[in-house]
């Protein structure tokens, strides 16, 4: 297993979010996470990317236990967050934003310009407008480019189709599609038919605790029985 | 109309060109002296940018390490040597060596947070040269300050001081600048954008917010040196809390985060307040107004509003 979570809980002060969560991800496979708005999708994937504690339990990563890690420790291991919001550093260049990915690894400006333009290839053109000026898809596959530089291990995604027009959609689950089998994903998701075109196995939410996982195709493309979660 | 890419890339191949060619112009309308209190201001004002302008930190007490720079070369002047080059290396790591050891507790901070511990230092070291070390700063009356001539170089002509305080200037433009270009400055960007984010691209914010602490507390101090250079003696008035408003309404005044800006904002705020008081008596006055108009009208600055007028707008970028 690539990451093993183990029975955390995590509060926000009193208000306690996850309950004796347990998920597990193998090497090179996705994960799609379900589960109604407050659910705790987001609360997990900011827990695995460091950015919480858990009061209780272990997340181990790699067959290290990274619980209480730092956002850039685990970053250097080779987690990276693309978040829910699209938000890009907008005052910076393209490509500023795909550079300043770059210098924490071992890739060069070429090579991490070239990751963003083989999932993007029209990005080529923006590269030297500021970010904020891209639109929402723009920006999705720009954050999803810059997360694959440095040949990360593992990546969070959360709500990647959220937002987006149909046509945009289709492109950013392509690029989803198209990182499987080559490294592992937890994909935080609503959308049925993105679910059931690129999780390997679904775990659904509700009130902060698992409360199933489905692991047989035919159920994953199953929608009635994952929209129940919803 | 030139592009807007090409006026900027012509303006950075020959901004130390254009620079020196102003300060150089300038003398015979404001008189060497005065020509050079700009050159330093100017100094100040990019130390100071790359804190505020760059890293997104608004200080209230910069003028502690001003003072510090500036009392460092009068006592190293006073008790240890006359040669104003080893003067200006001990000033200018002293600067530094308040940056070191006050960064870890300042740049854990932001905001009003930030800016209140800075002046709160500031006072503290404000108090200190005025009472608590006053046996060695002099107190009230300051210290005086004496450089030897090194070959050529004498430091008694207010043409030598000049050159030296122009050449620090376009020093302090190239390093800025550089800095600010370079991975180091993007990531000082992308920290006053959104900290948390770059932290999770890897990135330990903390050390990089130090380093800028520090390289800006060390301009500030040479800045602290050359107005000793300039003036030979030392007072409190280069460390008063009170004159912090100064290099944050020049910040302001040229645009925040950017070398040009800073330098623009450095010699508009010595136009005003050189040269207003002769016309209005309450000139302070039109400093609140002017930054009243900044703030709601030109939020970018001098600077940021005349480049602003250059850049396409984001339905030129996407009819592009």
């Known amino acids: 297993m690539l990451l093993s979570v183990m029975g955390i809980d995590v509060a926000y002060g009193h208000a306690q979010v996850l309950s004796d969560v347990n998920l597990t991800v193998g090497v090179n496979e996705t994960i799609c996470i379900v589960g109604r708005n407050g659910a705790g999708k987001t609360t997990l994937l900011r827990t695995i990317a460091g950015f919480l504690a858990p009061k209780k339990g272990y997340v181990v990563f790699n067959d290290h236990n990274v619980q209480g890690q730092s956002p850039e420790n685990m970053a250097n291991l080779g987690v990276r967050y693309v978040y829910q919001d699209k938000r890009v550093f907008t005052k910076l260049t393209v490509k500023e934003n795909i550079q300043l990915a770059a210098f924490p690894t071992n890739a060069t400006d070429h090579e991490a310009i070239d990751t963003v333009v083989n999932i993007y290839p029209k990005i080529s053109r923006f590269m030297d407008k500021k970010a904020g000026g891209l639109s929402g898809g723009q920006r999705q596959l720009l954050l999803l480019g810059r997360a694959l530089i440095g040949s990360p291990k593992l990546l969070l995604v959360d709500e990647p189709t959220e937002g987006l027009a149909a046509g945009t959609i289709d492109e950013v689950c392509g690029v989803l599609e198209s990182m499987k089998g080559k490294l592992s994903c937890i994909i935080v998701e609503q959308n ?14 509700r009130d902060g605790r698992i409360v199933s996982e489905v692991a047989e195709r035919s159920q994953i493309e199953d929608r009635a029985q994952l929209e129940s979660y919803l | 109309m030139l592009p807007p890419s090409h006026w900027s890339d012509t303006l950075r191949k020959y901004d130390l060109i254009i620079i020196a060619a102003i300060f150089l112009a300038s003398i015979p309308v404001l008189s060497i002296q005065r020509t050079t209190d700009f050159i330093i201001f100017c100094v100040f004002v990019l130390g100071y940018d790359l804190l505020y302008g760059y890293m997104g930190r608004l200080s209230f007490g910069h003028m502690l390490y001003l003072g510090v720079g500036a009392y460092a070369t009068a006592l190293a ?40 511990i800075n002046l709160a ?16 700063t002099g107190g009230e009356d300051g210290l005086s300050a004496y450089f030897s001539k090194i070959g050529p170089i004498n430091f008694g002509s207010k043409i030598t001081v000049y050159v030296f305080s122009l050449l620090c200037l376009l020093a302090t433009v190239f390093l800025v600048r550089r800095l600010t270009s370079s991975p180091f400055g993007i990531l000082l960007r992308t920290i006053k954008e959104n900290e948390t984010r770059a932290k999770f691209l890897g ?44 290099v944050i309404f020049a910040s302001l005044i040229g645009g925040a985060g950017n070398v040009y800006g800073a330098v623009v904002g450095g010699v508009s705020y010595m136009l005003i307040s050189n040269y207003l ?11 609140g107004i002017a930054l009243l108009i900044l703030v709601f009208r030109f939020r970018m600055g001098i600077w940021g509003y005349v480049t602003g007028l250059l850049v396409p707008t984001k339905r030129e970028i996407a009819n592009d």
């Open chain 2, 121 to 136: 230092f500031n006072q503290v070291g404000f108090f200190l040269v005025v009472t608590g070390f006053s046996h060695y």
């Open chain 2, 77 to 116: 002047s006073e008790y240890l040597t006359h040669n104003p080059f080893l003067i200006l290396i001990i000033a200018i790591a002293a600067g530094m060596l308040v940056g070191v050891i006050l960064g870890p507790i300042i740049v854990r901070t932001t905001g009003a947070c930030f800016a209140l």
């Open chain 1, 192 to 205: 049925l038919a993105v679910i059931a075109r690129l999780a390997d196995r679904v775990y659904a939410m």
């Open chain 2, 277 to 287: 008081p002769r016309y209005i008596q309450r000139w302070e006055m039109f400093l």
């Open chain 2, 203 to 246: 990135y330990n914010t903390f050390r990089y917010k130090w380093a800028a602490f520090i390289i800006s507390a060390g301009i500030s101090a040479l800045a602290g040196f050359l107005n000793i250079l300039n003036y030979t003696y030392v007072t409190p008035s280069f460390m008063d809390p009170g004159r912090n408003v100064e």
